[in-house]
């Protein structure tokens, strides 16, 4: 698909986006680990959005691998996602200090504002997600430079908000940097209608995943394709002493069993033979090892099949061209529908 495709009403709305991320399209694909890899941000980056590589818990030299093909085979911005509670965040976060990556995105749990200094010294811009206004003002007060508001429709690890109380509390408050919006996006339209509540942008993930160019498993597609919204649930936390950062994914074995292990840690817990950042470890450790089961080895059945409730709006599989250009002119046909109401 050509990057010059019209869109005039777009165009007006979130040119904040586009100076922002420096991209002809303010479309976002989110960092789904195992899944966000150069490849999937270079067919984003190569329809005119903007593609976000996931480091996950990665290995810090593949990480570091994975960055410099982004860094030779792409000609314009992309960001890196640093989860802050994976256990390998602090070797990730030395490892980018010293690439030329334009954009970081923190994301797991709020970064600390020493986080934030680091690569914005280091000549990164920042993103980092909220939850509620008081966060987004804190983000800002440690130096963030854009926000991403992430409805609970997402999928992965998500807070506990919907989209529609976020734009609520967030995003009609006017932050004082760009915001954009995730969780549950997967239509043109409903890309319309969140650049004219006054988001700079969209982040879109379980999309993307049923692009062509998406490296996931045949098998994990069609899992998707196969889902309803409604079977997209998130973890429950059993107990606080081991926080528990909800996972939407698809109900199935995999699902079942970390419910069991969470029952199983917390015994351990109560006598006295594991410590509480140890079960923290082992919960992070069964999501990233259930995830690569279902992404890339295909076992849709003990894998993880993270995804969001818009999983229920997705129904195959086709080229990234194709889902830019679908997304693109239903968003500019709704807008000039839009306009014409109001006149």
């Known amino acids: 698909m050509e990057q010059g495709m019209k869109t005039v009403y777009l165009d007006k709305l979130w040119q904040q986006g586009q100076d922002f991320l420096g991209v002809r399209y303010p479309v976002m694909c989110g960092a789904m680990t195992w899944i966000s890899d150069y490849q999937l941000v270079k067919a984003v980056h190569d329809n005119g959005g903007f593609g976000i590589l996931a480091a996950g818990n990665m290995p810090p030299d593949l990480f570091e691998a994975e960055i410099e093909k982004c860094i030779t085979g792409l000609s314009g911005p992309f960001a890196v996602n640093l989860v802050t509670i994976a256990p390998n965040f602090k070797q990730h976060k030395e490892v980018l200090k010293k690439k ?26 920042t993103l980092s997600f909220a939850s509620t206004m008081s966060i987004a003002e804190q983000m800002i007060r440690f130096g963030i430079d854009g926000l991403l508001l992430e409805g609970s429709e997402a999928g992965g690890h998500i807070g506990h908000v919907s989209l529609t109380i976020l734009l609520q509390q967030v995003l009609f408050k006017q932050p004082a940097v760009p915001v954009f919006v995730a969780g549950g996006i997967a239509a043109g339209k409903m890309i319309a209608h969140t650049l004219l509540m006054g988001a ?23 899992a998707f394709i196969k889902a309803r919204a409604r079977e997209a649930v998130e ?86 061209a194709e889902i830019f250009e679908e997304l693109l002119s239903e968003a500019e046909a709704e807008l000039g529908a839009v306009a014409t109401r109001l006149a």
């Open 100 to 125: 030329e990556v334009p954009f970081v995105v923190f994301a797991g749990n709020f970064p600390k504002k020493n986080d934030v200094k680091e690569l914005k010294d280091a000549g990164k811009k």
């Open 200 to 222: 700079a942008g969209c982040q879109l993930g379980t999309r993307f995943v049923l692009s062509e160019e998406c490296t996931a498993h045949e098998n994990f597609k069609r």
């Open 235 to 320: 973890t429950p936390q059993y107990d606080k002493r081991i926080p528990v950062v909800a996972v939407r994914a698809l109900r199935n074995k995999s699902m079942e069993a970390f419910n069991r292990l969470q029952l199983d840690l917390l015994e351990k817990l109560n006598a006295g033979t594991i410590k509480r950042e140890q079960a923290q470890l082992e919960v992070e450790s069964f999501w990233m090892g259930g995830l690569r089961r279902a992404v890339v080895d295909g076992d849709v059945d003990a894998g993880s099949l993270m995804s969001g409730q818009s999983v229920g709006l997705v129904s195959k599989i086709q080229p990234m």
